[in-house]
């Protein structure tokens, strides 16, 4: 077996027995190569289980939270998922394998720009990416099937809830940045919203207004 192949078996076995049992959640992981996401010292740990450091001093996420976080979202072929928190574009690119139309906003101008190169570079086009405070979500672009928020929140942002269609289903994790958070799921019924928590997880916060470092 070669090197590339033995690593990539090893990465799906990692999600695997992180639980990441999801088919169409393994094959999406299988086929978007976390190395293109991953620039720099830290490129040749890729394909470990582990969050990684990307510009802006944010984090790319573990692969296998995301995956529990792709999994838990039930995506399908014809959903329309905003992300909030682009970072390095890779959970983006996992959702584009699995959804019609992928928005995601970051609030890092640079980090937007990096991941548009890469969305290019792997011929991602459903993907649409833009600098924007996401707390507000993505007015122009609502209501969504899907959203997930990979940046710890207090609460669900009130915007992002009113963004989500009716049968809609929101991924957030919360609490305070600097503690454990916990995993949310939100589903949104026709008499309100039913929240569900799925396990302890730990992001980088979500903070209100545009970087003013680019
Ligand atoms: N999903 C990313 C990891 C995200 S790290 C990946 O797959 O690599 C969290 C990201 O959320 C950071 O890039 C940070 O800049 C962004 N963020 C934090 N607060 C935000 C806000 N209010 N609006 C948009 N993005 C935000």
């Known amino acids: 077996m070669t090197d590339a192949a033995e690593r990539k078996m090893q990465f799906l076995f990692a999600l695997r027995s992180k639980g990441v049992t999801d088919k169409s959640v393994l094959t999406a992981m299988e086929r978007i190569d976390r190395g293109a996401f991953v620039r720099g010292l830290f490129a040749g740990r890729a394909y470990e289980d582990m969050p990684l450091p990307i510009a802006c001093g944010q984090t790319i996420s573990q692969p296998s939270v995301v995956g529990l976080m792709t999994q838990a979202l039930k995506v399908s072929l014809r959903d329309k998922v905003l992300e909030v928190g682009t970072g390095s574009g890779y959970q983006a690119a996992v959702l584009s394998e699995l959804a ?19 969305f290019e570079a792997l011929d991602l086009s459903n993907i649409t990416a833009f600098t924007a405070d996401g707390s507000f979500g993505l007015p122009d672009q609502a209501p969504f099937d899907r959203i997930v928020v990979t940046a710890a929140a207090e609460d669900p942002p009130g915007p992002l809830l009113a963004q989500l269609k009716i049968g809609g289903i929101m991924v957030v994790p919360v609490g305070q940045s600097d503690a454990v958070q916990r995993l949310i799921r939100v589903t949104r019924h026709e008499t309100g919203f039913e929240y569900e928590e799925l396990r302890p997880v730990r992001f980088v916060p979500l903070i209100e207004g545009l970087a003013r470092d680019g």
């Open 100 to 118: 019609r139309r992928v928005y995601t906003v970051d609030r890092h101008k640079r980090l937007v720009a990096e991941a548009r190169r890469v």
